[in-house]
């Protein structure tokens, strides 16, 4: 089998440990052979913790060794007692611990070590560097009469795949073991480890992983969320091109079978029926079943396009969600929302399709136009108006997330997915009479009229039209009284400071006030025929207001430099 190109970091071996001990155990996997007892102690000598071995305290445990364990019970009386010992030990205070070669194989053993909050480290070797480790040695029940190459290549066939889930990968080479410690303590306080949001709803919770550089192990990131390692990429032909490698990679390196990498054009224009009819024969053509799940890689286009058709194919599919632009990592790759768009306006067909897993690769987003990072804050604006402090931070710090400042555009993220999952959770399908999840749609109902009526050419972005939408939702609110006059300007000021059209009148078309009105009416927000907006009493104080005077709005409009 090919083996992965060995990863060297230039540190230079037995140096003295400065670090502190971790706060988290440490559980270190890999193939028999690779030196996880011998790097373990070292690891916990260096940092002052314990070091414990997993096949040590099964012995001690059962009162006899490994082997015999094996040759009286079998492997899954085995793999149990190995499940049990490990828990235990991973509920005690931080420890560096090193496990059999099987034990990350199995998946009550990996989820245990996942939920116990342990980093689990991967010394992964190819086969010249452990064949000399595990031949002849009679404590390896597995190579006892057996061709130890022969055995080693199959068990890295199956269990290279699952060690793929690990949180950190160091390629260990044939050299001094305090060399490769050197290495593997650097990685570790090196690391910087995603972030997990939870999305609590009711039927299946799933998470927002935020991080940087998550493509290239996507596959070991969204295994455990799925049914079977069966996928059908959806992408669009711009972001297949920089990021579509790199993530059927991580794919296979985690065991998955792709069944398909499908792309579609670029733009607004993709979700429309006939591209959704192309896609689902696609999809269908390529033998998809019902565990497939299908992957959306792009921005909000291609999440929503890709997600209603995982909605609709065979009544549905597991669905992921690895949006690639600032707009979809922030909004709209979380809560479910799919759709396409009708000549009648935006978002008019669609379903409620939670995905299981949502990977927010932040490293992404330094290949977008800065067009497209500018049109994806608007909607960052948007949550720091209805969450408040964010709004503060937006004015402080927002300058530097357009600019591409790496920490800024985490944060930027990071909040935004915070508040978005904590409405989705409170109300997932948009049902609250209080607002709940209705809030989000603050500056979209004039947005989504501005954008309808550009016709999704591509000369308005939809971050563009939110932005738009949101200087008028402030002074609409400043209309009825709710609000303080100067609102609007502080608004606008903001957005026009990051590059962002923020008023009607900024625009170079002209518009007409009969076309907005009736895109208006047509919203999905209407109720009963009344406008439905998001207004505001300040940063951090958004409402849903249904009886708003459509005159007023006219007036507003009108004011903008909307004709008629």
């Known amino acids: 089998m090919m083996e992965p190109a060995p990863a060297v970091l230039p540190i230079a071996a037995n140096r003295l440990s400065q670090h502190a001990p ?76 090193a ?61 290279h795949p699952l060690y793929a889930e690990a949180d950190l990968v160091i390629d260990c080479l044939d050299e001094n073991p305090e060399t490769t410690t050197d290495r593997v303590e650097a990685a570790l306080h090196d690391h910087t480890p995603p972030a997990r949001l939870p999305v609590p709803l009711s ?93 959306a890689l792009g921005g909000g286009v291609v999440g929503d396009l890709a997600g209603y058709a995982a909605a609709s194919a065979l009544r549905g599919l597991p669905f992921v969600q690895i949006p690639t632009t600032l707009l979809a990592q922030v909004d709209s790759s979380v809560g479910g929302k799919t759709g396409i768009n009708l000549r009648a306006g935006k978002n008019l067909a669609g379903a409620f399709h939670q995905p299981r897993i949502v990977l927010a690769d932040t490293g992404v987003l330094s290949t ?39 920490a800024a555009l985490r944060h930027a993220v990071l909040e935004s997915c915070r508040l978005k999952a904590a409405v989705v959770a409170a109300d997932e399908r948009e049902e609250s009479p209080e607002g709940g999840r209705a809030l989000l749609n603050l500056g979209h109902t004039f947005g989504h009229a501005i954008e309808a009526e550009c016709g999704y050419d591509g000369s308005l972005l939809h ?40 008023r009607l009148s900024h625009l170079p078309r002209r518009f007409t006030l009969a076309a907005l009105m009736a895109r208006m009416r047509k919203d999905k927000k209407v109720r009963d025929g009344a406008l439905r907006f998001v207004l505001l009493r300040g940063p951090g104080q958004a409402f849903t207001k249904d009886d708003v005077d459509p005159a007023l709005v006219e007036a507003l409009l009108r004011s903008e430099g909307a004709q008629g």
């Open 463 to 502: 971050g563009e039209g939110v932005a738009i939408g949101l200087g008028l939702a402030a002074r609409l609110s400043v209309i009825l009284g709710l609000c303080e006059a100067t609102l609007p300007e502080r608004v606008e000021a903001h957005l026009s400071a990051v590059g962002l059209p923020a």
């Open 99 to 159: 496990t059999g070669g099987g034990a990350y194989a199995d998946a009550e053993t990996r989820r245990a070590i996942r939920d116990s909050g342990a980093l689990a480290v991967w010394l992964r070797c190819t086969v010249p560097v452990l064949l000399p480790r595990v031949s002849g040695r009679a404590t390896r029940p597995m190579f006892l009469n057996k061709d130890p190459e022969e055995v080693l290549n199959r068990l890295m066939a199956a269990r």
């Open 203 to 295: 039927g299946r919770a799933y998470e927002v992983v935020v991080g940087d550089g998550l493509l290239a192990r996507a596959g070991g990131l969204i295994a455990p969320a799925l049914p079977a390692r069966r996928v059908a990429i959806v992408s669009d032909a711009s972001v297949a091109g920089l990021h579509l490698p790199t993530l059927e990679v991580g794919l296979r390196e985690a065991g998955f079978e792709i069944r398909a990498s499908l792309t579609v054009p670029p733009g607004e224009a993709s979700k429309s029926f006939s591209q959704f009819g192309t896609l689902m024969e696609d999809l269908l053509a390529a033998g998809i079943d019902r565990q497939t799940a299908v992957v």
């Open 368 to 406: 977008l136009p800065s067009r497209e990072l500018r049109a994806g804050y608007a909607e960052v604006a948007k949550h720091g108006l209805l969450q408040g402090a964010l709004w503060d931070w937006c004015e402080a710090n927002g300058a530097k997330a357009v600019a591409g400042d790496a």
């Open 22 to 97: 971790l706060k988290r155990s440490v559980v270190l996997i890999g193939m028999p052979g690779s030196g996880k007892s011998s790097i373990g102690k070292r690891l916990a000598t260096r940092l002052g913790m314990a070091f414990r071995d997993a096949d040590t305290e099964i012995e001690a445990a059962a009162g006899q060794p490994i082997t015999e364990i094996f040759s009286r019970y079998g492997e899954p009386h085995f793999r149990e007692g190995e499940r049990r010992v490990i828990g235990r030990l991973l509920a005690g205070p931080p420890l560096i611990l």
